[in-house]
């Protein structure tokens, strides 16, 4: 890698870093504003996944040698887009969050082709825990209220054991 695409490289491992701490207040803020007991549930777990990602990104960014500083501009772009999420419909509100999605899981995956072998189960965990969450939506629109949820629930554990 050269000098250039290594500071790049880093400024968008930073900024997946500060995506999770948009996500984490995001995600409480809508376990906060949902009324249905089971659906906000399933939001403070998605919450917790984003700490658990969260705290690993931080790890790698300070590795590298970035900015671990929580930014305020991410975390209070999740608290002020709840209610545009909050406010719809819940299968609208899946299909949006489903695709929103997509370009995520794409560029998460990018970083991980490109990062040394070292911080490859980092990069992993990162893209995959967008995946899950993409299932969650994607099993709420099917009818699979029911088991929506495991798949970020079986991912939180594996962080806890590793
Ligand atoms: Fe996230």
């Avoid at 995959?128 to 939180?156: M, N, W, Y």
């Amino acid at each position: 890698m050269s000098a250039h695409q290594r500071t790049d490289f880093l400024s968008r491992v930073e900024r997946a870093y500060q995506g999770e701490i948009y996500g984490e207040a995001l995600y409480n803020g809508l376990a906060e504003a949902i009324t249905d007991r089971s659906r906000s549930d399933k939001w403070r777990l998605l919450a917790e996944l984003e700490a658990v990602t969260k705290s690993q990104m931080r790890a790698l960014v300070e590795k590298l040698g970035g900015d671990t500083r929580e930014s305020e501009v991410f975390r209070q772009k999740g608290v002020d887009n709840v209610a545009k999420y909050s406010s719809l419909a819940w299968q609208d509100f899946m299909a949006l969050y489903s695709r929103e999605l997509e370009p995520v899981i794409a560029r998460y995956a990018q970083l991980e082709r490109e990062c040394a072998p070292e911080d490859a189960a980092t990069l992993r965990f990162l893209t995959e825990h967008e995946v899950v969450t993409k299932v969650f939506c994607d099993l709420e629109l099917q009818g699979r209220a029911d088991v929506s949820i495991e798949p970020t629930r079986a991912l939180i554990a594996s962080a806890r054991k590793a």
